[in-house]
């Protein structure tokens, strides 16, 4: 019997993205069976059920009963052995090839992961007014948010190309009451809806969100988009020498005081 290759997709729906890319690269199956909720629930990840088949266009299938038995088995064997047997592991505490045969994928995949056929299905960045994304929740916890000095920074910096009406995008509306003070009206509506918002925007300041990047680089040919430095690691060189006049990656060193 063949058995096939998966990849795991988990996480939230920003490391789904990347996982799929993934599947696609190695020409396997994408499965969303760790989309249960008690999966989410027991590993503290935001959940986002089934709503990455709203944006990209991929055939679910079943997944295969011995991928499922050899990454239970591997996932056990990795935390008490520090070895697997027949899964990739590529996260950030785990890094393991496995020992006998290659049959599973799992991780976030996402260093020099976005080249320019990253892009999804086209349509204009018509819209004009700046979008900004605010991630809380989760982020909270982990102690992972942006604080309000690089709002500020972006805000002044995009002032040099545009002094249209600010909006905001978020998951945590308490979390995004601190940024209020800057002029932001909440657009928040669904995951789908705000995911098209941030696409179709020509001015955008991206959180470290990787729902918010992957929305960001949409249309990136006709966008000014301000993105964190610390995600800078996740772009091809090929992709940041094309659009380099449309991705601005925000230090402290780069920005007016």
Same mark, same amino acid.
């Given at each position: 019997m063949r058995i096939k290759k998966v990849v795991f997709g988990f996480g939230g729906a920003g490391n789904n993205f990347f996982q799929y890319q993934k599947a696609v690269k190695e020409k396997c199956l994408y499965s969303e069976f760790l989309s249960k909720k008690y999966f989410y629930k027991l590993a503290g990840w935001i959940r986002h059920k089934d709503k990455?088949?709203? $944006? $990209?266009d991929f055939n679910k299938t079943k997944t295969p009963f011995l991928n499922i038995?050899?990454?239970f088995i591997d996932l056990l064997l990795v935390k008490t052995l520090k070895i697997s047997l027949f899964t990739e592991f590529a996260t950030k505490n785990i890094v393991k090839s496995p020992i006998i045969n290659l049959y599973n994928f799992f991780g976030y995949y996402q260093i020099k992961s976005i080249t320019p056929e990253? $892009?999804?299905?086209?349509n204009n960045a018509d819209k004009m007014a700046v979008i900004a994304h605010f991630r809380g929740g989760d982020f909270i916890k982990h102690k992972?948010?942006?604080d309000i000095k690089y709002y500020d920074k972006c805000i002044k910096l995009m002032k040099n190309h545009t002094n249209a009406q600010m909006y905001g995008i978020t998951?945590?509306?308490d979390f995004f009451a601190n940024f209020k003070k800057f002029g932001f009206i909440d657009a928040s509506k669904s995951f789908i809806a705000d995911f098209n918002t941030i696409k179709r925007h020509k001015f955008v300041i991206c959180s470290n969100s990787t729902f918010a990047l992957i929305a960001s680089i949409q249309n990136i040919e006709e966008k000014i988009v301000f993105v964190p430095s610390e995600l800078q690691k996740l772009f091809s060189k090929n992709f940041l020498l094309k659009y380099s006049k449309n991705l601005m990656f925000i230090t402290t060193e780069n920005v007016p005081k």
């Open positions: 990455l088949a709203q $944006i $990209i038995f050899f990454l990253f $892009i999804f299905e086209k992972n948010t942006l998951n945590d509306p």
